[in-house]
């Protein structure tokens, strides 16, 4: 009596054909290539989209992109005001709002973008960014949005149940798990006598949830008002915003992502700068938390009004620490009003006022 045998089953791998290139070595291409040429690969198969929507992939895509790229980042510009038009019937891209992105330090490379049609708000303030992810809000309405503009991608996070106030938010990712946290902060009303009720939320995007945290204040601090500040700064593994005693002394508020505990930090003296500061902020400089402060002699206000405004830049030099805050730079900057920030090389971009005339 004979036997037929079955045939092997043979890997994927080993089923393709013989001019086709290993498995491993096509992943490599395309953890390699830019986002942009990645998408289109999502339509190949299912098997292609399966593959580049992974976490590994992605994780191994944005590990590629960050050891490649020289110029450590990007500035992205995006209008504040979404106008109507983005909502209109129309279908004529000349109506969508232009994102500016400059490419590299210089700001020889400039590229844009526009706006998808069903960009979901109408008044939009950047909370903050974290590995190509933009966390987007309408504080008129109360929404947050995350914002993949790579991939022209957004999510709605779920609605908060926190009644106060919405005075603070932060947008960080969570190295130890490879996660993303958004945190937001309301408080009660202030009433003469009574100390505010403040409480904290923070969402996890692979729970999609928000969770209650604790935050215990003194009666007397304030947190700046997120709608009227910059957003809060990521750095050391915590968020950080300015908060100040109602006598008018400042401080700064932390939050910890990883162990989701809230702290307290003193801001340097300032009062041996013979100066009175009218602006003041925080960045990440050379990727130490760092404070700015632009002002005016105690003299004459008016010299706040000049063409050369006073700045001062302090730098935590072992974080956490009050003490190790080292002033690196004091200066004279011609027509700056505010500050955005720093590029990774140390650089200060600021905004200026441009006489027309």
Sequence with gaps: M????????????????????PEDIVLNILAKLPVKSVIRFRCVCKSCYSLITSPNFISTHLNNNNKDNNDHGYLLHMPNFIKNAIHSSSRSNSNRPVCAVACDPMFNRISEFRISSNFPLQIALIVGSCNGLLCVADYSIEVIYLWNPSIRKFKRLPDICLSHEWVATGFAYQSDTDDYKVVKICHSLYE???????????????????????????????????KSCSPAVFVSGALHWLAYFREGEKMILSFDVNREKFGEMGLPDLCGDEFIPQMQTLVVFKGNL????LGYPETNYEDFMLIQTPCII???????VRESWNKIFSLHLEDVVNFFGCTWLGELIVQKVVDDD
């Design 2 to 21: 004979s036997q037929t045998k079955k045939p092997r089953t043979q890997h994927p791998i080993l089923r393709r054909k013989k001019n086709d290139l």
């Design 290 to 293: 760092a404070f700015i402060t």
């Design 192 to 226: 003469k006598g009574i100390d505010p009720v403040v409480e904290a939320e923070v969402y996890t995007l692979s729970s999609d949830l928000w969770r209650s945290v604790g935050i215990s204040l003194m009666g007397n601090v304030e947190i700046n008002d997120i």
């Design 314 to 320: 302090w730098v935590m030099g072992e974080y956490g």
